[in-house]
């Protein structure tokens, strides 16, 4: 068998939609970007979202919706993505690490606390895997410290305290005590890439609570205005008969969502719901064959929270990192392509430069030294997914008798 980590799961019903908008005329923003907009705010129980080029786009935007820039400080995971992290770097703010629980892939929520400063802005907690984050403890980290929070504009001053804005890639679909992820978090910031469970191609969306003393059409506008240009209106509202002029407002950026992308998206929520379930069912066949066997892996069910169920992460005790890569090319060998998740941000040359030593993040170093993440997507067919587990189950062995 040749068994690819993560191929998009698309269908005719996505090509007609894609073709149907091709035929239409309208290729970049327009109905049907504003139609999936509507759609993934009513999927996670939102007055509005923002449909945007990427989950990256998105966080970035979100944060100059918030006003944060430069002498602020903003709090991420050192275990995950680039993207949590690098968007502080756009806007000007310091970017604050903080190192996982000793045996947990979620930040050490003590350590958040201690991080808070009075120049502290924004969390930026990860829902690693499509498995949510403990928002109770973040919520609660947040309103304790809400002294030492000094707002700077109007709309840190409506919220009054650190601003939760969740990197939620992983997490569409997801729930957290019967909440839909992107309804938790005050802002939240979902990827719609090619890998994730739904996808547009590239792209993602921003949505936000509602905030007492807050228009949410004029937050909706906003990210309009930062997303294209500063431009006061879009091109579908130009189309309106004499309503050609518009005005730029500001200098802004370009990461608008578009049309062709759009209908991708149209087409996946229509399919949603049945592909959420079918990865439950892998997960359920990964989790029988592999925990009984002493791998350690993620909780993705509970009576708390439901995961979008993005991720296979693995962890074998005890191996080093030469029998992790050992184990990833016997997989190969077999025709199963594996991957890592992730390699912590302070191993990184980027982050190195900005100061930033794995020695000062132990537990996130523990975490990814025998990690190994398992092909999880609906492509999946049921003999491919016992056939993974047979050859991890056989692999893996040879090294837990060790």
Not at 224 to 242: C, E, I, M, R, V
Not at 349 to 361: E, P, S
């Amino acid at each position: 068998m040749k068994i690819p980590f993560s191929p998009p799961d698309i269908t005719e019903a996505e090509i007609e939609e894609v073709a149907e908008a091709l035929r239409s005329g309208w290729i970049t923003t327009g109905p049907k970007t504003k139609e999936l907009e509507r759609e993934v705010a009513a999927f996670c129980g939102t007055n509005r979202a923002v449909c945007l080029n990427s989950q990256t786009a998105c966080g970035e935007m979100t944060l100059r919706v918030l006003g944060v820039g430069e002498g602020d400080e903003v709090i991420t995971s050192a275990y995950t993505y680039t993207a949590s992290a690098s968007v502080v770097c756009h806007v000007g703010a310091k970017l604050v690490l903080v190192d996982t629980q000793k045996d947990s892939l979620e930040m050490d929520y003590d350590k958040l606390e201690a991080a808070i400063t009075e120049k502290t802005k924004v969390i930026i907690p990860v829902d690693l895997g499509g498995v949510p984050c403990d928002y109770d403890r973040i919520f609660s980290i947040v309103e304790k410290k809400k002294a030492l929070f000094h707002p700077t504009n109007e709309l840190q001053k409506a919220i009054g305290r650190v601003i939760v804005m969740a990197d939620a890639a992983h997490a569409f679909g997801a729930t957290w005590k019967g909440r839909p992820v992107g309804s938790i978090a005050d802002f939240s910031n979902f990827s719609f890439h090619a890998v994730k469970n739904f996808t547009t191609a590239e792209g993602g969306a921003a949505t936000w609570r509602s905030i007492e003393g807050v228009d949410d059409e004029a937050l909706y506008h906003q990210y309009q205005l930062l997303s294209l240009h500063g431009q006061s209106k879009d091109a579908l509202a130009k189309t309106q008969l004499g309503a050609w002029e518009y005005d730029i407002v500001g200098p802004w950026y370009k990461c608008n969502m578009t049309d062709v992308t759009a209908a991708i998206g149209l087409a996946q929520m229509k399919r949603y719901k049945g592909l959420l379930e079918r990865r439950k069912e892998i997960i359920g066949k990964y989790d029988a064959a592999l925990k009984p066997l002493g791998i350690e892996v993620l909780d993705h069910y509970s009576e708390k929270h439901q995961s979008s169920g993005h991720l296979y992460i693995t962890r074998i005790p005890g191996i080093t990192l030469e029998q992790r890569h050992e184990i990833i090319v016997k997989m190969a060998e077999a025709g199963i392509a594996c991957n890592v998740h992730y390699k912590p941000l302070p191993m990184m040359t980027a982050y190195k430069n900005l100061g930033f030593d794995i020695q000062d993040y132990p537990n996130a170093y523990e975490r990814f030294a025998n990690e190994i993440t398992l092909p999880l997507h609906t492509k999946l067919t049921d003999e491919e997914v016992d056939y993974v587990a047979e050859q991890y189950s056989k692999i893996v062995k040879e090294y837990l008798a060790c």
